[in-house]
């Protein structure tokens, strides 16, 4: 029974919760309903148990899509994190004009398209005679296929998505930056700290509830990727991943078996596998926070 | 850094020289790659792209050349009409329908306010693409295919936007909203004239974010709207980037760089403003 | 001319015959018509859009919207379609997607509607074309439209330093291979890398000549490959590695390598020619395209693909068939062959003097005779996509050294079979 004096909260709330629940929730449920059956979008679904579930966690694909994930995040989260710092310590390190200047000019990679990325960065890496082997050359390095060397193919993706997401982490870093009382960095300077050493004891510590957000989204969009290296390895539903799977990735792989295989059922039990994963991820995140500030 | 440590003073010299260096540097490897790609649309045409990285543009002519040819030939236009609207419409959907629910879980407690609000967090979760069929085939049957409703409202209940809005207004003082109250403000007053006011910055940023997503939003547009009249820029660009098409590879450069033009424009425009709610949004997670 | 009237004549009488009822019943027929994107640009549009003018002015009361696809869009949005009941009522799609669309029921089956067609109108197309589309007697669910045959695009001016006879086309694998380690010796890329994508590894391949070895058994679930003439390919890869540039046949590195007189060979299909004539006029490449040499001299490498127009099932499948019917015929076929320069699958207008004059049409015309389908048997089953991703793992390991040509053949083979039994 509804208390009246609550009604105003929920008639607030109603749009939301009702668009949530028919175009999100409903949704998910139905997407669970399937991943239990074959199904093909067209003909009616039928049941098949766990079926979906285990010609998955069986298929040498998902094997190698959760290891690229798996590698991909350990490397790029804290790469791009740290390159976002770098540039964040850069850009705090100007004032006025140069300062804005420079904080627009590293933004702007993160307003472009990525298809636009993807096919530039293409460009860049072609073997021999792109860009950057004509810079390798100029340093008597030999010619590296990026795209096309497997155990290369991840780092250039990696390149890219630094190159895509620093920015966007930089603004947030910037801020939490500019948000530290100057009497810290006085105070250690008069205890002789070096500038390295205020950056250890002083920025990072202060800083870690900006570091937080940025790893946890940046986490979470990681677990997810898939336009990048899609468009770098020009993949299409019939074909993807790159050359001996390189660059496959969980939601590669779930696209492709909706779309190329024609596989729905099989996609979504994919989704839910991955929804696991990344719901381990998130909570070991929250357990590591809750756990620190106990501390 | 050692060098720093060890004589603070040729410290700072050293380090006031290393951060022109590094900032310029990085604004290279940050510019070059835009450049690269203006370049290739201003160009003769019949040059090579690839193996030989022009520094300038050769051809203003056979640039605006191309890209009257792309505005007039196809329905570019249009597909900036309809995106325009598609981000517009969605900006507006997901900042009132979000903040009005961002208001009540944020600042008030109800039976269920702890239960709606995990479920919605749990749900950013969920990969898009588990959704994007079901979600589809309900869009389907409500008839929606091809029209602007099917674009837009199934998107409006952002998890997203409701978590920034709602890590932003937990920070609006309770007095002031205890204040109002007792002047005799009803509860949608409050919404309205003092909630909303205070969280612009907020509103300002999730419009932001959602005019990035829904410009670049490729797969939903493809198959909610296949017909021409409901194409997004989006869907004009996938025309040219097929891998065999008759295209020269200028003009399909043309036309993607035609894509990226209102983003740019969008963000030359209110770079202060994208850049102080994206930093907001970080700082007070 | 005299076809297109018999036509049109007949659908006329049917529509006569049945009455002020239908007629007034087709006013609300409004077909949807997918396209691939280029087919719905520019000339291209312009001349679909006189068939459609055509069509609909022998059909009074039917409208037809036109709507260009890129290549996986067109495939997703015709699954979606199917899920959704709204098909686009014609649409075009590759050979090697029917079997998925099949499966979901987007292509309807138009073998009754084909065999009450005209025995003149079923001649006019390419007998292997027809063959693709109709995996089981009674059943038939396309009509093939245009297509390609592997070219080998040859850079002239490489070749001419290098000290090459431009005048003929090399006959035979040995002498294309000798020709290729003179253009290196001479300082230039022979080949771009053929290792890399599926159907330059497929165009390769068929020069061992035997179609019956090559795509897939899905009675078994088995390769057709075999062991030696996979080892013979892969050593071809292993033995141009040191040749080629290291770009695939799909790079625009590849390109600009041949438009800057660095690469003597490109093979691949008739797409890249408006990329090369361009250059002709700008920059004075000179080029011409010839077809794959074979092992042995008279037979030739390469492969074919069609697109397909296909129709749904539903109440517009029967004047959604005139209407595809209607575009693949010959004359229109000829109209677009002449403007676009591209080869199709009516054979009748091949034929046409004024289209066979054409020399990208005259090669691909002969291209196509020895080309192997790039994925056979279609209309199946879908293939795999762990199926391509093997043969282009393996042909590039091979071609790196990391294994023998042997070895790479046997251990990819194990591989397929695995893929399509697992």
Redesign the interface.
Known sequence: MLKRKYLPHYLMVAPFMVLFTVFFLYPIVSGFFYSFHKWNAAQPAVFIGLDNYRTILGSRDFEKAMWNLATYIVITVPLGIGTAFGLAVLVDSFTGRWAAFFRSVFFLPVVLPAFLAATIWRWIYTPNFGLLNMIFGWFGLPSVNFLNDTGVMLYSLIAVDVWVSAGFNMVIILAGLKNIPQELYEAARLDGATRFQQLIHVTIPMMSPVLFFVLTYGLISALQVFDVPWLLTGSSFSNYGGRRGALLFPVMDMMGRGFGGVKFGEAAAYGFLLTIVIMTVTAGMFTIRAWRERK | MTDIAATPRTGIEVWSILRWVLAILATIIAVLPIWWMINVVFSVPGEPVVINPRLWPTSLSSGLGKIHMILTETEYLRAYVVSLLYALLTIAGVTLIGSMAAFEFALFDFPGRRLLFSLVMLSLMVPVAVTIIPTYLLTAELGWLNTMQGLVVPGLSSAFGLFLLVQFMRSIPRDMIEAARLDGASHFDIYWHIVLPLSRNALITLAILTFMKTWGNYMWPLIVAPRPEMYTVGQVVGLFNSPYSHQTVDVVMTANLLAAVPPLIFFLIFQRKIVEGIAMSGSKG | MKMKTTLTNGVAALALATGIGAASQAGAQEL?Y?V???F???D?LALQQEFIAEFVKDHPGVSI?I???????L???Q????????L?DIFMNAT??GA?LV????LANIHDQWMAMPQEYRDQFDADAIATCQPKPDEMYCIPYTGFGSLLFRNLTVLEKAGIDTSKAPATWDEWFAQMQTIKEAGFYAMPDES?V?NSIAAIYAMNGNPAEWGIDWDTKTTRITPEAMAATLQKFIDIKPLD????R????T???F??N?LAYHET?P?VD??YR??A???G?KYDFVLVPGLTEGSHGGIKSYEIIGVAPGPNQEIAFQFAAYVAEKNQMLRWAKL?SRYNANAAAMADPEVASLPLISVSVEAVKDAFDTQPPYFVQ?????Y??TV??FA??AADGEMSAEEGAAEMIAELNACLQ?
């Open positions: 949807q997918w691939y994107s280029d719905a640009q520019g291209a919207t709507t260009g696809k890129g290549d996986d869009d495939t997703a949005g699954v979606a379609g199917a899920a959704s009941g709204t686009p090697s997607v998925q499966s979901v029921g987007a890399l599926f540039s290291g770009t695939s799909n790079d625009q590195a390109k600009d390598l438009i800057t660095q299909g797409w408006p990329t361009q250059a006029a700008e920059s490449l676009l879908p293939v795999p996509s762990c391509t991703s282009i793992d590039s390991a697992g």
